[in-house]
């Protein structure tokens, strides 16, 4: 059975940091796109970033880039999406998706799911 654990989420201050991490097992993803994607209460999923399986191009949504870093490593077969200088807005379920396609990660669609962790950013 094929499956992606997150962890890492929790409660944060504004301006604090979470790292949250990605576990997969069943298959090999080494070959495979990677991402996380969030969804806000009241509204609609959104893409948060990806990393392609060289680990070589990475892509943010505009929101985030320059607060949040994505990285993998294939060996362990796991993502990890470090959270830098968090906002209230940033308050949402994030899921790992992992996909042969880059673009469909991008266009909030995969493949493969997580069943999501809570991040919330309140003072």
């Known amino acids: 059975q094929v499956q992606l654990v997150e962890s890492g989420g929790g409660v944060v201050q504004p301006g604090g940091s979470l790292t949250l991490s990605c576990a997969a097992s069943?298959?090999?993803?080494?070959?495979?796109?990677m991402g996380w994607l969030r969804q806000a209460p009241g509204k609609e999923r959104e893409f948060v970033s990806t990393?392609?399986?060289?680990?070589?191009?990475?892509s943010y949504a505009d929101s985030v880039k320059g607060r949040f870093t994505i990285s993998r490593n294939n060996a362990r077969n796991a993502v990890y999406l470090e959270m830098n200088s968090l906002k209230p807005e940033d308050t949402a379920v994030y899921y790992c998706?992992?996909?042969?396609?880059?673009?469909?990660?991008?266009?909030?669609?995969?493949?493969?799911w997580g069943q999501g962790t809570q991040v919330t950013v309140s003072s």
């Open positions: 990393i392609t399986w060289t680990g070589l191009a990475r």
């Open positions: 069943g298959r090999t993803f080494s070959r495979d796109a």
């Open positions: 998706v992992a996909d042969a396609s880059i673009d469909r990660i991008r266009g909030v669609s995969a493949s493969f």
